[in-house]
Structure formats: structure tokens, C-alpha cells
T-cell receptor, first 114, second 115 residues
Framework: AQSVTQLGSHVSVSEGALVLLRCNYS??????LFWYVQYPNQGLQLLLK??????LVKGINGFEAEFKKSETSFHLTKPSAHMSDAAEYFC????????????FGTGTSLTVIP | KAGVTQTPRYLIKTRGQQVTLSCSPI?????VSWYQQTPGQGLQFLFE???????NKGNFPGRFSGRQFSNSRSEMNVSTLELGDSALYLC??????????????FGSGTQLSVL
């Protein structure tokens, strides 16, 4: 069975500070990993994804994530937070042989303090 | 290109009633998935439809059901509503649903409140 754990349901950072949102996964097979963002009153949109190849993945809006197999982690970072980054962030994993079935974490709410 | 459209945006029902939610995927997308989102629980997978067939199902009771039409539009039905069914129901579509790394496109959801 697959699962995703997001450490910290709420994270606050100052504008311009580093953003670090943590995600650990559990999977018996090589996983496909994703980060989605949800702005208020909207659906989720894809930030970035890891499938194979380079372990450092760059996404939209200056976000990036690094796949670390030894640590079973896929943490999301951004060097400098912007007010517009305030949102809910979800880490997700899918497995190759289950079609379109994704397992999402419980989410991390990011607050950016001016 | 229009995005994923979910209707209605808000619903208020009472316990014991049933409800039907609708989802129109992006044109050309054939896979439609449904998720339940509640505070503290994140998103939980309900089911996925592809070419009018349910291909995957999550761990929800039989009161939750769905279907997909030939134009890929999908409906989700919840019968005998319980207070715990109050949640944001999200629909997501993807092009083929055959690649596990395929991007999901989400609608804005239907907020269901059960009183």
C-alpha cells in the first residue's frame, strides 16, 4: 500500500524567507511523486512531478523538489517566499499499475507574513 | 479551452437524503476521478472512470456511486446522506488515465453540507 505523510499541517514564513514543506512517502515500488497547490475556493493545480531521471525537479512559480530515495522524501522548497504563495499544498503519490489513482497527504497550509 | 466544470458549487442537504454531483471534464479527456476533501483528512480517492467503466475504487461505502457517460461527463451520487459526508467533492480529469504520471486537472469542487 502507498501513503504520503506531510509533516506540519501549518507552516508560516516571512516574505522573502525560505519555504520548506516536508513530504515522506511509503511505497513498495518506485513511486511517481507530485506536489499540488490549492488556492482558496479553487481546485488543485500541479506544481511539479517526479517520474524518473533527475532527482531535482523544478516546477512553476519558482518551486522545486528533490526526490531522495534513501530518505523516502520529496520535500518542496522555494528560496524566497512571496505573499502570493499563501495556499494549501498537497503531496501525492501514484503507483504505476493502478491507473489514475493518487494518494494525497493531508496538506500543509502555508502562511506568508509580510 | 474550458477547464473542469463541477456543478453545483454549493449544496445543502439533510440527513437521509440523496445527492447527485456533476462533472464535465476538459474536452478530449477520457479519465475522470472523484475525491473527497475534508479538513485534516486531505483528499481521499473515491473512484475513477474511463470510457464509461469504473476502473479504480477507493475505500468508501456503497452509498457512494458514480457513472460516466459517453461524452466523458461524470456524475457522483451519495445516497442516505450522513453528517460525516459533509465535504468538498473534487473532480479531476486527465487525458488518457493510462500513464501513472499523468497530470490531473481539477475542478473547483462542490461543497456539500449535510444538516
Amino acid at each position: 500500500a502507498q501513503s504520503v505523510t506531510q509533516l506540519g499541517s501549518h507552516v508560516s514564513v516571512s516574505e522573502g524567507a525560505l519555504v520548506l514543506l516536508r513530504c515522506n512517502y511509503s511505497s513498495s515500488v518506485p513511486p511517481y511523486l507530485f506536489w499540488y497547490v490549492q488556492y482558496p475556493n479553487q481546485g488543485l493545480q500541479l506544481l511539479l512531478k517526479y517520474t524518473t531521471g533527475a532527482t531535482l525537479v523544478k516546477g512553476i512559480n519558482g518551486f522545486e523538489a528533490e526526490f531522495k530515495k534513501s530518505e523516502t522524501s520529496f520535500h518542496l522548497t522555494k528560496p524566497s517566499a512571496h505573499m502570493s504563495d499563501a495556499a494549501e499544498y498537497f503531496c501525492a503519490v501514484s503507483q504505476g499499475n493502478t491507473g489514475n489513482q493518487f494518494y494525497f497527504g493531508t496538506g500543509t497550509s502555508l502562511t506568508v507574513i509580510p | 479551452k474550458a477547464g473542469v466544470t463541477q456543478t453545483p458549487r454549493y449544496l445543502i442537504k439533510t440527513r437521509g437524503q440523496q445527492v447527485t454531483l456533476s462533472c464535465s471534464p476538459i474536452s478530449g479527456h477520457r479519465s475522470v476521478s472523484w475525491y473527497q476533501q475534508t479538513p485534516g483528512q486531505g483528499l481521499q480517492f473515491l473512484f475513477e472512470y474511463f470510457s464509461e467503466t469504473q476502473r479504480n475504487k477507493g475505500n468508501f461505502p456503497g452509498r457512494f456511486s458514480g457513472r460516466q457517460f459517453s461524452n466523458s461527463r461524470s456524475e457522483m451520487n451519495v445516497s442516505t446522506l450522513e453528517l460525516g459526508d459533509s465535504a468538498l467533492y473534487l473532480c479531476a480529469s486527465s487525458r488518457s488515465g493510462t500513464a501513472p504520471n499523468e497530470k490531473l486537472f481539477f475542478g473547483s469542487g462542490t461543497q456539500l453540507s449535510v444538516l
